[in-house]
Nanobody, 114 residues
Framework: QVQLVESGGGLVQPGGSLRLSCAAS????????MAWYRQAPGKQRELVAF???????NYLDSVKGRFTISRDNAKNTVYLQMNSLQPEDTAVYYC????????WGQGTQVTVSS
C-alpha cells in the first residue's frame, strides 16, 4: 500500500558525503517507523539506521557518528546523511516502511572508491 522511491546514491571518494532520500506515497506516513538497510556483494542485508514516529533513532555500530537518519513528515520523506564514507560502506541501500505491512524501496547503489 506504500510505495517508496529512493534517490541520492552514486560514486564518492573515501571521506566524502552523500545524502539519500526516500519519498513515500499511498498511506499515512508519520505514525510508522522507517529504516535504512544495506546489502554488499556476497553479504546479508543489514539494518543501518532506524527512526520511529516520535523521532527516536538507532544505528549500526560501524556508522555511529558518521550517518544520521531523519524524517520530514510534511514531505513524507526519510533521509540518510552519510559522512566520512569508507570503502566498506559500498552497498545497495534500501528504504523500509514498517507499517502494518512492510514495504521496501527499489534500492540505490552507493560506491565509495578512490
Amino acid at each position: 500500500q506504500v510505495q517508496l522511491v529512493e534517490s541520492g546514491g552514486g560514486l564518492v571518494q573515501p571521506g566524502g558525503s552523500l545524502r539519500l532520500s526516500c519519498a513515500a506515497s499511498g498511506s499515512s506516513f508519520s505514525i510508522w517507523p522507517m529504516a535504512w538497510y544495506r546489502q554488499a556483494p556476497g553479504k546479508q542485508r543489514e539494518l543501518v539506521a532506524f527512526i520511529n514516529g516520535g523521532g527516536s533513532t538507532n544505528y549500526l555500530d560501524s556508522v555511529k557518528g558518521r550517518f544520521t537518519i531523519s524524517r520530514d513528515n510534511a514531505k513524507n520523506t526519510v533521509y540518510l546523511q552519510m559522512n566520512s564514507l569508507q570503502p566498506e560502506d559500498t552497498a545497495v541501500y534500501y528504504c523500509r516502511f514498517m507499517g502494518r505491512t512492510s514495504n521496501w524501496g527499489q534500492g540505490t547503489q552507493v560506491t565509495v572508491s578512490s
